[in-house]
């Protein structure tokens, strides 16, 4: 493997691990309902969380780990295969379209999840006779966004590899075609004797002929 591909592998996946833990953090220490103070008909008091930026964090991770694959690799919307038949690009391009799907998923998941858990909002609590509602982010937004972001950190680099073995495989994308696939020509007229003559005595050539 490539030293390229390499570091953007692991960098990608680094950041696709921060993402899916910042965000499963968030989920543990988001604001709940039961830690919500109804104070009045028009007050409630919430406790401090740092939800809000750890689902900053997962969202920029996960964002900064998409473009750097998806930079390293170019643009495969610009691109048409040169074989269609070719697995690797087949495997490619569902795993970069399924990618960017779970990518957009997640991406509004963490960041939807970050400004409600901010603006408090969610629960509902009962004073008097009447309903009263004290908003907090509803469970699972979190965790959700933690699992699709680590789907599609994983998905990017499966079609970045991918990507970059069709791309070896196929003399069309600009690499060398092997020495033994090339026609090698061939003199059409044998190449001529350049050896001088040698001159025999007619005295000795007559001396072979009795022999």
């Known amino acids: 493997m490539e030293r390229r591909v390499l570091v953007v592998c692991s960098v990608a996946g680094l950041l696709g691990i ?27 008091a919430y406790p401090r969380s740092p939800a809000m930026g750890l689902g900053l964090t997962a969202a920029i991770s996960l964002l900064i780990a998409q473009l ?35 990518f957009v998923i997640a991406f509004l998941l963490l960041l939807t999840g970050a400004a409600l858990n901010d603006q408090h909002g ?3 609590m009962y004073f008097g006779n009447y309903y009263y509602y004290c908003y907090v982010v509803k469970p699972g937004v979190f965790a959700g966004g933690a699992v699709l972001s680590f789907a599609s950190v994983l998905l990017a680099i499966v079609y970045y590899l991918t990507l970059n073995l069709a791309k070896n495989n196929s003399p069309l ?26 001159f ?12």
Do not use: M
Request: proline share 9%.
């Open 68 to 102: 750097i694959v998806n930079v390293s690799s170019g643009c495969i919307c610009c691109k048409r295969s040169p074989n269609p038949s070719n697995p690797n690009w087949k495997i490619a391009l569902l795993s970069f379209v399924i990618s960017w799907f779970s």
């Open 173 to 198: 994308w600009g690499n060398p075609v092997p020495a033994q696939d090339i026609a090698l020509g061939q003199p059409q007229f044998p190449p001529q004797n350049t050896q001088q003559p040698v």
């Open 122 to 124: 969610g629960g509902t």
């Open 18 to 44: 921060l993402s899916s833990v910042t965000a499963f953090v968030a989920e543990a220490t988001r604001i709940k309902g039961s830690q919500v103070q109804f104070i009045s008909t028009s007050e409630c």
């Open 200 to 211: 025999v005595h007619e005295d000795t050539y007559a001396r072979r002929q009795y022999v």
